[in-house]
């Protein structure tokens, strides 16, 4: 594809082309290790740019609190607890995802033992 680059480098013609790259609306995105980390923070980012987001975690109470915390800002948000050490929950994990809006989009694994040892964030 052609570019033409304007003087200060940008470009007319790709800028709206990345904003579309971004654009999620309608988009379901599943992320695990979502109650906090960097799991919350990819899933806080999927939101922002229009995704549906379904926050997992082996901490049950930290996702919920999160994915209310999306809903109050206007986003489409539900929790699910899930350990991703057994298959069954997965397995639970994945068809609910997809029950509720017929669809998986994105799928971020993201949940391990992290940098941080900091407690789990729960309550509202
Ligand atoms: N933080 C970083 O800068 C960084 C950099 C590179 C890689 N990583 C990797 O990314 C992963 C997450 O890092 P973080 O800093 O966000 O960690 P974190 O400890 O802040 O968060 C991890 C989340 O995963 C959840 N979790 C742990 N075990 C689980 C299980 N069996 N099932 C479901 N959820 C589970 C925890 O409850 C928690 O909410 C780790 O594997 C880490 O090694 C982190």
């Known amino acids: 594809m052609m570019v033409s680059h304007a003087p200060n480098g940008t470009s007319a013609t790709t800028l709206p082309a990345v904003k579309n790259l971004f654009d999620l609306d309608g988009q379901v995105a599943l992320v695990t290790g979502a109650a906090q980390g960097l799991g919350l923070a990819i899933a806080q980012a999927f939101a922002a740019h229009g995704a549906s987001v379904v926050l997992a975690d082996i901490n049950a109470e ?63």
């Open 62 to 124: 930290g996702a919920e609190c999160e994915a209310s915390r999306l809903r109050e800002a206007g986003v489409e948000a539900i929790s699910a607890r899930c350990d991703v050490a057994h298959s069954a929950p997965i397995a639970q994990l994945i068809a609910g995802a997809v029950g509720w809006h017929g669809r998986i989009d994105t799928l971020v694994w993201q949940c391990g033992r992290g940098r941080s040892d900091r407690p789990a964030r729960g309550g509202h």
